[in-house]
């Protein structure tokens, strides 16, 4: 693996028990000898449960399952049958992923006692490469928030400043990792939840092509735009964990043929020599409505290609803001189709009811004292907006913005000939927990910049592109800069994406 700079972890957190770095840091202490398997895993365990009380990234630790593949993994490497680079290394799994082992409660009271006869994909995929797994993370309850405090479990906090929040929905896939509890982690991104979350915690996301990635085990919050990706240190950890992830899963009907061979290849810290990249940049990545660190990280992004060749236009997005109107009633179109089998009966734990109550009051109070207020609003918007007399006039007509979304990034790789287009991944620092609670339009708009993604099916992966000073006592905030390309372009995302990170 190529060099990199070292991991950015929150220097306002303990120093013991030690941080675990990046992958390619911890496979080569377990190939040198200097490290074991069973030794990182309690090392990645006792800090978690050491910041777990502070920053709340965990609805469980995975000490048994951990335990005996942290030693199977050190028998694999005696006997010299070492699996992959990632055999050995600690992850966490985002608790909207399915799992035979342990619970899966998406962040909810509704499923708090769940537990799955399967593995999804994506996670059974890390442990045949022979991942260690040590905990699931917390989320937004059903993945549905951008900022981490809608778990039934508790908020989950900023480790570069705990009251702040993290990002959301993947809030406590990208807080273990900027925390060194894990070298990676999995999460999944409908809007924006593994993109924003990086990038306020200060690490790399990427969010795959739509079917790169099986779903299969993923907890559906809306079909047409979730997709499972990996939340690591480096590009190149990135790519490395999206290489045993991704092809086509036959449980996943929605899963692309297409296999992973073009992420086989190591990422290179410098373009080939004679290599013509054009990268587009849209007026809404330079607005004055972003804040003042997030126009300097796209500035010093800026200067960074220029100066390792690539040429940078301008190009247009003429449709990027009705993004947020569209997603927010295709997203919860789908989530209220999605979440009706958490009733009580087929899904979800079941309301008790008094005498000559009936099936009525059980839907009824299973559903209210089992979900989130966040997660019945959008239940209840997605509802109206397929409503008679709503549906033509709200989910039509999104479908429609979605479409011109997706022609507007058609359009600029093709006719601009751009390879990627560069924006934020979101336009701010991360505000204090608590602040826009109670203004669910401020929330929302969050998530301007990353929601078009999910619309147009793309890949998108986030860097960190910097930092806000703070000043005084207080810390100092990561910024993120998110990269995005045409379907199945993420092994060219991840190189240039080598170019952006902030150092």
């Known amino acids: 693996m190529p060099a990199e700079a070292p991991p950015l972890i929150s220097p306002n957190l303990p120093a013991t028990p030690a941080p675990l770095g990046d992958i390619g840091g911890c496979a080569r202490a377990l190939a040198a000898g200097s490290e074991t398997a069973v030794g990182l895993a309690k090392r990645s365990l006792e800090r978690a449960r050491a910041l777990q009380p502070t920053l709340n990234f965990a609805i469980d630790l995975l000490e048994e399952q951990a ?36 619970r899966t409660t998406c962040g909810s009271r509704l499923l708090e006692q769940y537990r799955s006869p399967f593995t999804a994909t994506a996670v059974q995929r890390l442990l045949d490469a022979g991942a260690v ?15 981490g405090e809608n778990s039934a479990f508790g908020a989950t906090r900023n480790p570069w400043d705990p009251s702040r929040v993290p990002g959301g929905s993947s809030s406590g896939s990208a ?40 779903r299969s085990g993923l907890v559906a919050y809306a079909s047409s735009l979730d997709q499972v990706g990996p939340l690591a240190h480096t590009p190149e950890d ?19 043929r297409a296999n992973a061979s073009d992420l086989l290849t190591e990422l290179e810290p410098a373009l080939p020599p004679g290599t013509k990249v054009r990268i587009g940049i849209p007026p809404q990545a330079r607005a004055t409505a972003n804040a003042p660190a997030v126009l300097a990280a796209m500035q010093r992004a800026e200067r960074s290609l220029r100066a390792a060749g690539v040429e940078l236009v301008d190009v247009d997005l003429p449709h990027a803001d009705h993004a947020i109107a569209a997603y927010y009633i295709i997203a919860t179109a789908e989530a209220s189709s999605n979440l009706a089998r958490f009733d009580g009966v087929r899904y979800g734990q079941r309301a008790k009811l008094g005498a000559g109550e009936g099936l009525h009051e059980l839907y009824v109070r299973s559903r209210t004292e089992g979900f ?57 620092p991360a505000f204090a927990i608590g602040e826009k609670s109670g203004d669910p339009l401020a929330m929302y708009l ?41 379907p199945l372009s993420e092994a060219t995302l991840l190189r240039l994406a080598t170019l952006v990170r902030y150092r």
Do not use: W
Not at 85 to 91: K, N
């Open 67 to 102: 335990m005996a593949a942290a030693q199977a993994a050190d028998a694999r490497r005696r006997s010299g049958a070492v699996l992959s680079a990632v055999d050995g290394v600690p992850f966490a799994i985002k608790d909207n992923l399915v799992t035979a082992f342990g």
């Open 133 to 147: 797994p040590v905990l699931k993370a917390n989320l937004d309850e059903f993945a549905m928030g951008g900022s």
């Open 175 to 214: 807080a273990a990792v900027a925390a060194g509890v894990v070298p990676f982690a999995l999460g999944s991104d409908t809007g924006g939840s593994i993109r924003q979350p990086a990038g306020l915690c200060g690490v790399c996301g990427i969010k795959p092509t739509y079917g790169r990635v099986s």
């Open 238 to 256: 990135l790519r490395l964990v999206l290489s045993l992830i991704a092809g086509h899963d036959p449980a996943d009907s929605t899963s692309a």
């Open 372 to 428: 989130g207020a966040e997660v019945q609003r959008r239940i209840m918007l997605g509802t109206h907006v397929l409503s008679s007399g709503y549906y033509d006039a709200y989910y039509l007509t999104a479908l429609k913005a979605r479409r011109l979304i997706k022609g507007d990034y058609d359009r600029a790789f093709a006719e601009a000939g751009v390879s990627a287009v560069l924006m934020p991944s979101s336009p701010g």
């Open 446 to 486: 969050e998530d301007v910049y990353t929601v078009g993604v999910n619309l147009a099916g793309l890949p998108a992966v986030t860097v960190p592109g910097g930092f806000q000073p703070a000043g005084g006592t207080t810390p100092d905030l990561p910024v993120g800069l998110q990269l995005i390309g045409p």
